[in-house]
């Protein structure tokens, strides 16, 4: 089965700095990818960055990028100097792309990120 | 271009009552999907419309159901409301299964 594993309930992160929040993924399908989303406390999920599972370099979207460790099953989100608008929640997840799952999304418990000044 | 938009924003109701919750898609994408983040439980698929089928439905009760329009917008009802079907539900649209999902601004549904 697929799982979504962030380990890191909450993070805090001086304003200008970079930061790293951790996700790991299991699953044993050949294709399959990797999203993150960011949620503010109005709720929206805001598309941040993808990487697909065959992709050879790792994903960069202005300030995030995604550190995609095959092997370790890893896909960690990089946040370049951090602002006080990227407090809120971000969800890491993983989406199926072969066996007809229909893009659903599994979600990993979220890391609560907040920016101090 | 407009989001994915939700209605209503909250919603009140007791216990055995009816849900509908409604969901527009971004112009142009067919597939719609609907999740549940409930406290403690996280984000959870529960349903993927497309083309106006139902095509894949996660782990929850019959009770739970909706459609697809021709317009591509949806609907989910949730029927017999129990107390912990409160929750934020959160639909998402994409063109194709295999592209980029964006969300709306959810439905926060409370069950009294």
């Known amino acids: 089965a697929q799982k979504i594993t962030q380990t890191q309930p909450g993070m805090f992160v001086q304003e200008k700095e970079a930061v790293t929040l951790d996700c790991t993924y299991d699953t044993s399908d050949p294709s399959y990818g990797l999203f993150w989303y960011k949620q503010p406390s109005s709720g929206e999920m805001i598309f941040l960055i993808y990487q697909g599972s065959y992709d050879q370099q790792n994903a960069t979207e202005g300030r995030y990028s995604l550190n995609f460790q095959k092997a370790r099953k890893s896909a960690n989100l990089v946040i370049s100097a951090s602002q006080l608008g990227d407090s809120a929640m971000y969800f890491c997840?993983?989406?199926?792309?072969?066996?007809?799952?229909?893009?659903?999304?599994?979600f990993g418990q979220g890391t609560e990120l907040s920016v101090k000044p | 271009e407009a989001g994915v938009t939700q209605s209503p924003t909250h919603l009140i109701k007791t216990r055995g009552q009816q849900a509908t919750l409604r969901c527009s898609p971004i112009?142009?994408?067919?597939?719609v999907y609907w999740y549940q983040q409930a406290l403690g439980l996280g984000l959870q698929f529960l349903l993927w419309?497309?083309?106006?089928?139902?095509?894949n439905r996660g782990n929850f009760p019959p009770r739970f159901s909706g459609r697809q329009f021709p317009n591509y917008s949806s609907e989910l009802n949730v029927n017999a409301l129990e107390l912990e079907d409160s929750a934020l539900y959160l639909c998402a649209s994409s063109f194709g299964q295999y592209n980029e999902q964006f969300f709306g601004p959810g439905t926060r549904l409370t069950v009294l």
């Open positions: 997840a993983m989406r199926d792309e072969i066996y007809n799952q229909g893009g659903k999304l599994i």
């Open positions: 419309y497309d083309e106006g089928e139902e095509r």
């Open positions: 112009s142009g994408h067919t597939s």
